[in-house]
């Protein structure tokens, strides 16, 4: 009976201190949890998108997006283009099912504003990226940089995520409404995380 008694008090001290060292543990983890939230609060947000043939065009290339501090800068390349400037911008829908492109919708347009160059005074679209320029070999590349847009933030005016980037076979005049008489789809990526 002794040997008994002796056995259950072992056992109790056993398992009180295998609790005890599952807390600190449990704790432990919630204060890394919470610090990795703040970490992840500050620091970059990336996401790189491949630009697909549209319209029967040879159209590829690579757009990326970093968002550091509330800004956005894409960086992108795109070859496959005839030689000279090609409008550029994003829409409404992350989906390049359309041979020709269309199923992306029209133009990322949030805020209800008419078609226009970036930051023109009379209006224009948060998707009115404007013209890149390809070179004799086809290449062309663009940067661009806003505190306009951001990656997965929720917000409607601003949220890149579950849209397309659409490359046009011709130049957007900044003008003629809704689309800048850009001409046919002939690159598309859809910006999904």
Same mark, same amino acid.
């Given at each position: 009976?002794?040997? *008994?008694? *002796?056995?259950? *008090?072992?056992?109790?001290?056993?398992?009180?201190?295998?609790?005890?060292?599952?807390?600190?543990?449990? @704790?432990?983890?919630?204060?890394? @949890?919470?610090?990795?939230?703040?970490?992840?609060?500050?620091?970059?947000?990336? $996401?790189?998108?491949?630009?697909?043939?549209?319209?029967?065009?040879?159209?590829?290339?690579?757009?990326?997006? %970093?968002?550091?501090?509330?800004?956005?800068?894409?960086?992108?390349?795109?070859?496959? $283009?005839?030689?000279?400037?090609?409008?550029?911008?994003?829409?409404?829908?992350?989906?390049?099912?359309?041979?020709?492109?269309?199923?992306?919708?029209?133009?990322?347009?949030?805020?209800?504003?008419?078609?226009? #160059?970036?930051?023109?005074?009379?209006?224009?679209?948060?998707?009115?990226?404007?013209?890149?320029?390809?070179?004799?070999?086809?290449?062309? %590349?663009?940067?661009?940089? %806003?505190?306009?847009?951001?990656?997965?933030?929720?917000?409607?005016?601003?949220?890149?995520?579950?849209?397309?980037?659409?490359?046009? $076979?011709?130049?957007?005049? *900044?003008?003629?409404?809704?689309?800048? #008489?850009?001409?046919?789809?002939?690159?598309?990526?859809?910006?999904?995380?």
């Amino acid at each position: 009976m002794k040997n *008994l008694k *002796l056995l259950v *008090l072992t056992f109790a001290v056993v398992c009180a201190t295998a609790c005890k060292e599952e807390k600190k543990t449990a @704790e432990t983890t919630t204060k890394t @949890e919470t610090e990795d939230v703040k970490d992840s609060m500050s620091s970059e947000k990336k $996401l790189a998108i491949s630009l697909a043939p549209k319209s029967d065009s040879n159209v590829e290339g690579t757009i990326n997006f %970093t968002e550091k501090n509330g800004m956005v800068t894409m960086v992108g390349t795109v070859t496959g $283009l005839e030689e000279g400037e090609h409008a550029i911008h994003i829409h409404e829908k992350a989906d390049c099912s359309a041979d020709d492109g269309t199923s992306s919708g029209g133009h990322w347009n949030p805020t209800g504003q008419p078609h226009g #160059a970036w930051g023109d005074k009379a209006g224009y679209h948060k998707g009115d990226i404007g013209n890149l320029t390809a070179n004799a070999n086809g290449r062309a %590349t663009i940067t661009k940089s %806003t505190n306009e847009w951001c990656i997965g933030c929720g917000d409607n005016t601003k949220d890149i995520l579950g849209k397309a980037i659409i490359v046009h $076979l011709g130049i957007d005049d *900044l003008k003629t409404q809704p689309t800048g #008489a850009a001409g046919a789809r002939i690159g598309c990526a859809g910006i999904i995380e």
